[in-house]
């Protein structure tokens, strides 16, 4: 799929964006291929030996300009292919997720020939695609990468987290579910990390979405420590859990929200603009007139 216009992009859709990864795969260069420049730095060198008379002077500098030229320009190629994975990286951490999703996305055939910056430019077209609700998209990236990288390694394990949660925004919630088991033993040595946050923020998620309010106010004890890993995006958690305590109170028969809801809105709040809730939870909604 070619890149679109800039002012006419469009998130892909779920079959477009297989069919560009299918299209742009890892593609490393080969043993030969690293090989090449000195191979023909020595050929020009063995050239100079035989051919004799003022060649023989010529050539030797000949190949020690073209390996120093060869070399400089893959290293600022690779350096330059570097920068623009990090800007655009920076960009999505921005929240300018479409202008990342875009940027990304022209860049994925650039660094074929680079498996790492070639994963994390995948990583975070998928990122992109979660956080702006393209849910089945998003897990077409994620399960890109959970095919390529080793088990039980910290990216992959947060990968894996990453994708059982778009299963969730997904409403593929027995998929969820299952992933969520898996990954139980795979978060446990990483705990008060990012991984560790992130799964715990899954499994309120889940709770929410399979509407068992009162198992998530149940778990609520250390839940701001947990998601303190998270940054500004332990806001989401907060949020649910204050969804939670409105639920639990409600259904209780009190009209009137309870201080815990209120409590754990604000502290959401406080992290993150209502609009922003709300845009990946409209469930939310409710807590809105509470700011």
Sequence with gaps: ??????????????????????????NPPTVWQMRTPWIVAVVLIVLSLLIGGPLSGVL????????????????????????S????????MLRRHPKALR??????????????????????????????????????GYDYLLAQLPAGQPITVHIGISRAAASLG???????????RRLRGSVEPFNNTPISAAYRLALLTQQVRTYHFEEGVQDSDGLVDALRPLGVDAGYGHALMALCHYHTHINAGDEAPSNATRTWWE?????????????????????????
């Excluded at 992009?9 to 890892?26: C, G, I, M, S, V």
């Excluded at 994975?85 to 999505?92: C, D, H, L, P, S």
């Excluded at 406080?270 to 700011?291: D, G, V």
Aim: with cysteine; hydrophobic share 45%; proline share 11%.
């Design 60 to 83: 030797p500098w000949a190949a020690l300009i073209w390996l120093i030229g060869h070399t400089t320009f893959r290293t600022r190629r690779i350096a330059g292919l570097q920068a």
């Design 103 to 140: 940027l990304g996305w022209r860049l994925l055939p650039q660094v074929t020939p680079i498996p790492q910056l070639h994963g994390q430019t995948i990583a975070m077209i998928a990122h992109c695609l979660d956080t702006l609700g393209q849910y089945d998209a998003a897990i077409v």
């Design 85 to 92: 994975v990090r800007r655009t990286q920076e960009i999505a």
């Design 170 to 180: 997904a409403e593929n919630l027995s998929d969820a579910d299952d992933a969520i």
């Design 1 to 26: 799929m070619p890149a679109p216009p800039k002012d006419l992009f469009k998130p892909p859709t779920p079959e477009q964006f297989e069919d560009y990864l299918r299209a742009h795969p890892a």
């Design 267 to 291: 502290r959401a709040t406080l992290l993150l603009p209502p609009n922003t809730l709300l845009k990946r939870f409209p469930e939310l909604k409710p807590l809105t007139e509470l700011s």
